[in-house]
């Protein structure tokens, strides 16, 4: 193996593309790059038109997301709502720009995020909403673990997240 130095902007590109936990940059580079994998690994596309999405569009998974499912941090947080907000606030961390999806996360008679808290209380009286810690959003923290676990599994869905990972991330509310 050689080692190289890469600039912060070039870092945190290569890290968005992770598809899962404990991906090496070598392989996400191979599967950007449209190269052979090693070790028999599943075969990457390589030719795109300038029309098409290349098949990783849409990954924004960042290696400190992946490793904050095994972190102290995220394990010390006794309860499921403090391990929601923190994970919600990975979420924004990671990506600013795909998070904006969350105002149009919504059930059937509430939203679950907003702006404001005014907004979140106006779909209910027992919203409990609490601020998103590090982000301009609000979120309704009245909700049993399973509902919890559904709005961060549709929030990463909308912010491109794999399916696999996305299972992971909910497992650790």
Not at 64 to 80: D, M, P, Q, Y
Not at 83 to 106: C, G, H, V, W
Not at 143 to 170: D, H, P, W
Request: contains cysteine; proline residues 4%; hydrophobic residues 35%.
């Amino acid at each position: 193996m050689k080692t190289i130095e890469v600039d912060e902007e070039l870092y945190r590109y290569i890290a968005r593309q992770t598809q899962h936990i404990g991906e090496s940059a070598s392989e996400i580079l191979r599967r950007l790059l449209g190269m052979t994998p090693l070790n028999g690994e599943e075969t990457y596309l390589s030719a795109y038109s300038e029309t098409e999405e290349s098949p990783v569009a849409g990954f924004v998974q960042t290696v400190e997301l992946s490793e904050l499912l095994n972190s102290s941090e995220l394990a010390a947080k006794e309860s499921a709502i403090d391990r929601f907000m923190l994970i919600l606030s990975s979420l924004y961390q990671a990506n600013p720009d795909a998070f904006t999806n969350a105002t149009e996360i919504k059930g059937r008679k509430r939203i679950y995020f907003a702006r404001t808290e005014e907004e979140l209380r106006a779909t209910g009286n027992t919203t409990k909403p609490k601020p998103v810690p590090g982000t301009p959003y609000w979120v309704i923290s009245n909700t049993n673990t399973g509902r919890k676990r559904n709005i961060v599994g549709l929030l990463m869905t909308a912010m491109g997240y794999s399916a696999e990972f996305i299972e992971q991330v909910c497992e650790k509310i």
